[in-house]
T-cell receptor, first 117, second 112 residues
Framework: GAVVSQHPSRVICKSGTSVKIECRSL??????MFWYRQFPKQSLMLMAT?????????EQGVEKDKFLINHASLTLSTLTVTSAHPEDSSFYIC?????????????FGEGSRLTVL | SQQGEEDPQALSIQEGENATMNCSYK?????LQWYRQNSGRGLVHLIL?????REKHSGRLRVTLDTSKKSSSLLITASRAADTASYFC????????????FGKGTTLSVSS
């Protein structure tokens, strides 16, 4: 089956530094990927839609300059948390859409846990 | 923004019992999906039910959908300790991109 890989799975960084998280579709091309954020004991909140070759679409309340998304190829989207602060500590999950429209399938990565000290 | 609400937020049962979780959503949908998440892990897709379906089965899982009430239920029969996890319903937005919007989830704890 299709696999979506995230890297790193865990990262610890100091306040003020930037952290990049990668999301790769391993055996299919994904023109659209999605980034979610999950706080402890809460649900997944959609942050943005990553579109290959164009700018990401951010959800209301998500700072685009804080969370930089780049979808440079059909198999890779990256999320960069810039100038990270402790409140950015969270579980970040990506998903990749294979296929077209509502008939396509959505596959999720294993998540990346960010801890900002 | 979140689409739906799960009910209950937390559920504790004994092995062998059935677990029922409910989900309500707000907008029109093409399908509704249920996912499972073990603590600190990614999501596992459990089942998808289309808007023209009323009930669907997969192993010990039974999902119902009532589009008139904008609600769905997930029943896990003969639960096992390994079923302990969080369960989320999710619906796809009508807009382009088909992002899934998740409900708040139900945390299920099955004790042996």
């Amino acid at each position: 089956g299709a696999v979506v890989s995230q890297h790193p799975s865990r990262v610890i960084c100091k306040s003020g530094t930037s952290v990049k998280i990668e999301c790769r579709s391993l055996d299919f091309q994904a023109t659209t990927m999605f980034w979610y954020r999950q706080f402890p004991k809460q649900s997944l909140m959609l942050m943005a839609t990553s579109n290959e070759g164009s700018k990401a679409t951010y959800e209301q309340g998500v700072e685009k300059d804080k969370f930089l998304i780049n979808h440079a190829s059909l198999t890779l989207s990256t999320l960069t948390v810039t100038s990270a602060h402790p409140e950015d500590s969270s579980f970040y999950i990506c998903s990749a859409h294979r296929g077209q429209g509502d008939t396509g399938e959505l596959f999720f990565g294993e998540g990346s846990r960010l801890t900002v000290l | 923004s979140q689409q739906g609400e799960e009910d209950p937020q937390a559920l504790s049962i004994q092995e062998g019992e059935n677990a029922t979780m409910n989900c309500s959503y707000k907008t029109s949908i093409n399908n509704l999906q249920w996912y499972r998440q073990n603590s600190g892990r990614g999501l596992v897709h459990l089942i998808l039910i289309r808007s023209n379906e009323r009930e669907k089965h997969s192993g010990r899982l039974r999902v119902t959908l009532d589009t008139s009430k904008k609600s769905s239920s997930l029943l896990i029969t003969a639960s096992r300790a390994a079923d302990t996890a969080s369960y989320f319903c999710a619906t796809a937005r009508v807009q382009a991109g088909t992002a899934l919007i998740f409900g708040k989830g139900t945390t299920l704890s099955v004790s042996s």
